[in-house]
């Protein structure tokens, strides 16, 4: 069964500390893998995206490693604010289909 | 761009009664259109697809009769609840999926969502 699995699944840190959350999926053939930042009571919204051929992507303070041979990928978030107390999801598109396979998410908090 | 918006943001009705919620794409034309539903904790799960003149397919499990889903044009989708029970107080989510201009032509947006509360 095509899975995406994140770790851990809720995580605390203080204002300006990095963290690093886990993603890794089963799904096969594997399209892309998204990662998405969801505020509550509201819809997800794009931070990163990448192919099997791509390694890392950046978008501000927000860095996407993947490793497609141990379909494994990970967010890194550095200097953490506040803001970016939210849900994280981890989203892989198969080639079978194109269906969206989301992971449960890891909910993040950032305490002052 | 590429924004998708929903409407209404949040509703309260009384069971058994039907509401309809609106998805439109405000400045692309989206071919495919999709209906979320996410529970308290719970991650978003596909509820249909539907493509703009065509009829939407359902995942397994969706009862297609309850949950109408009506894609008219390329810019608006539309899911009606009916005979809404209290267990169908969720938070609905509509993406589109299209090429606007300048982006992705992979890439699947996400509406702010609808939280709906059956009493």
């Known amino acids: 069964k095509n899975q995406v699995e994140q770790s851990p699944q809720s995580l605390i840190i203080l204002e300006g500390k990095n963290c690093t959350l886990q993603c890794n999926y089963t799904v096969s053939p594997f399209s892309n893998l998204r990662w998405y930042k969801q505020d509550t009571g509201r819809g997800p919204v794009s931070l990163t995206i990448?192919?099997?051929?791509?390694n890392t992507k950046s978008n501000g303070r927000y860095t996407a490693t993947l490793d497609a041979d141990t379909k494994q990928s990970s967010l890194h978030i550095t200097a953490s604010q506040l803001s970016d107390s939210a849900s994280y999801i981890c989203?892989?598109?198969?080639?079978?289909?194109?269906?969206?396979?989301f992971g449960q998410g890891t909910e993040l908090s950032v305490k002052p | 761009g590429a924004v998708v918006s929903q409407h209404p943001s949040r509703v309260i009705c009384k069971s058994g009664t039907s509401v309809k919620i609106e998805c439109r794409s405000l400045d692309f034309q989206a071919t495919t259109m999709f209906w979320y539903r996410q529970f308290p904790k719970q991650s978003l799960m596909l509820m249909a697809t539907?493509?703009?003149?065509?009829?939407?397919?359902?995942e397994q499990g969706v009862e297609k009769d309850k949950f109408l889903i009506n894609h008219a044009s390329l810019t608006l989708s539309t899911l009606t609840v009916t005979s809404a029970h209290p267990e169908d107080s969720s938070f609905y989510i509509c993406?589109?999926?299209?090429?606007?201009?300048?982006?992705?032509?992979?890439?699947?947006?996400f509406g702010p969502g609808t939280r709906l509360t059956v009493t």
């Open positions: 990448m192919t099997f051929s791509e």
């Open positions: 993406s589109a999926s299209a090429s606007p201009p300048g982006r992705s032509s992979y890439e699947q947006y």
């Open positions: 989203v892989v598109r198969g080639n079978q289909g194109g269906k969206l396979i």
């Open positions: 539907s493509n703009e003149g065509s009829k939407a397919t359902y």
